[in-house]
Nanobody, 123 residues
């Protein structure tokens, strides 16, 4: 079992960068795939990026591909989301989640969730 805790959100201008961190307690962090989802007001939670636990294979939503990079440090039980070239449409609460070895893109298949961190991109 892991408990994710997100940090690193904030207010940034369009074109800027932010790095989100997700620290997860628990001894079995490395066996879980880790993912980032986001939810804007009035919208459903959507998949952003994921990284598998075993091989470190990464997956991205088309909307962030080439701008966001997900990575993990199993020694620190931490996953990161580097966000570059941010756009106003990236504004949302960003959630970190732990899930199956091969990460799905549907939130309902993830086991553990953090509380979220707000990212606001001004135009």
């Amino acid at each position: 079992q892991v408990q994710p805790v997100e940090s690193g959100g904030g207010l940034v201008q369009a074109g800027g960068s932010l790095r989100l961190s997700c620290a997860a307690s628990g001894r079995t962090f490395s066996v879980y795939a880790m993912a980032w989802f986001r939810q804007a007001p009035g919208k459903e939670r959507e998949f952003v990026a994921a990284i598998s636990g075993s091989t470190g294979t990464t997956y991205y939503a088309d909307s962030v591909k080439g701008r966001f990079t997900i990575s993990r440090d199993n020694a620190k039980n931490t996953v990161y989301l580097q966000m570059n070239s941010l756009k106003p449409e990236d504004t949302a609460v960003y959630y970190c989640a732990a899930g199956p070895t091969i990460p799905p893109k549907t939130p309902g298949q993830y086991y553990f969730w953090g509380q979220g961190t707000q990212v606001t991109v001004s135009s």
